[in-house]
């Protein structure tokens, strides 16, 4: 669970610094869209990176479900009985979220999906208008509203999930190093949540049209 993580993190954080090229306007954005169907020419053929990249990336997003569901059943087989607080006092608001904004994480991937990959729920849906589809999608306030929802479930689930990879994996080690890691795992998660969601904000806003 704490591979699959971090190698998603690894590609929110190039996926974010890719959508931030769209207030360079649309050449530039639909250029960077169109470099990407050629990344590993003439060795690939037209799209194959991408393909090879949306399988590995459905292949994390399995085994991360997959693996939070068995812990899941670890968990309750270990503690059939409730605990007497819903909120245990020890655990942080993100914590306690983690499987529901995983659930919201799952769902929101299906629609993005559909929406910009497949181009089917998408108001412009154009092949190779990498651009317009973006802005038709968010100048409509409730698929902005669905989007920045989605992108602050994620912040949470960053902000505890990169800590719990970092124990999980052995680096932390001390406390001074469970202070470093906590701290990067909050900066992480505010940093690419608000890279994210400046895009539909700009749209909304006019400053991107």
Same mark, same amino acid.
């Given at each position: 669970?704490?591979?699959?993580?971090?190698?998603?993190?690894?590609?929110?954080?190039?996926?974010?610094?890719?959508?931030?090229?769209?207030?360079?306007?649309?050449?530039?954005?639909?250029?960077?869209?169109?470099?990407?169907?050629?990344?590993?020419? +003439?060795?690939?053929?037209?799209?194959?990176?991408?393909?090879? !990249?949306?399988?590995?990336?459905?292949?994390?997003?399995?085994?991360?479900?997959?693996?939070?569901?068995?812990?899941?059943?670890?968990?309750?087989?270990?503690?059939?009985?409730?605990?007497?607080?819903?909120?245990? +006092?020890?655990?942080?608001?993100?914590?306690?979220?983690?499987?529901?904004?995983?659930?919201?994480?799952?769902?929101?991937?299906?629609?993005?999906?559909? &929406?910009?990959?497949?181009?089917?729920?998408? +108001?412009?849906?154009?092949?190779?208008?990498?651009?317009?589809?973006?802005?038709? &999608?968010?100048?409509?306030?409730?698929?902005?509203?669905?989007?920045?929802?989605?992108?602050?479930?994620?912040?949470?689930?960053? !902000?505890?999930?990169?800590?719990?990879?970092?124990?999980?994996?052995?680096?932390?080690?001390?406390?001074?190093?469970?202070?470093?890691?906590?701290?990067?795992?909050?900066?992480?998660?505010?940093?690419?949540?608000?890279?994210?969601?400046?895009?539909?904000?700009?749209?909304? !806003?006019?400053?991107?049209?």
């Amino acid at each position: 669970m704490a591979a699959t993580g971090l190698f998603m993190l690894l590609f929110l954080i190039a996926h974010m610094l890719g959508n931030l090229k769209i207030f360079f306007g649309r050449e530039e954005f639909d250029s960077y869209a169109h470099w990407l169907r050629t990344i590993g020419s +003439p060795v690939l053929h037209n799209a194959w990176f991408l393909w090879i !990249s949306r399988f590995v990336l459905l292949a994390c997003v399995v085994l991360h479900a997959v693996s939070a569901y068995q812990l899941s059943r670890r968990d309750l087989k270990a503690r059939p009985a409730k605990y007497a607080h819903r909120l245990r +006092p020890t655990a942080s608001y993100a914590t306690n979220t983690m499987r529901f904004g995983g659930i919201i994480l799952g769902l929101f991937i299906i629609y993005h999906i559909l &929406d910009l990959t497949a181009l089917v729920a998408n +108001p412009n849906g154009v092949e190779g208008a990498a651009y317009d589809n973006v802005v038709a &999608d968010f100048s409509h306030w409730y698929i902005a509203l669905v989007y920045i929802v989605a992108m602050l479930a994620l912040c949470l689930h960053i !902000s505890h999930g990169f800590w719990s990879a970092a124990r999980t994996l052995g680096a932390v080690s001390s406390a001074t190093k469970a202070t470093a890691y906590k701290t990067t795992a909050i900066v992480l998660g505010v940093v690419i949540t608000l890279g994210f969601i400046s895009v539909p904000i700009a749209v909304l !806003s006019g400053l991107v049209d």
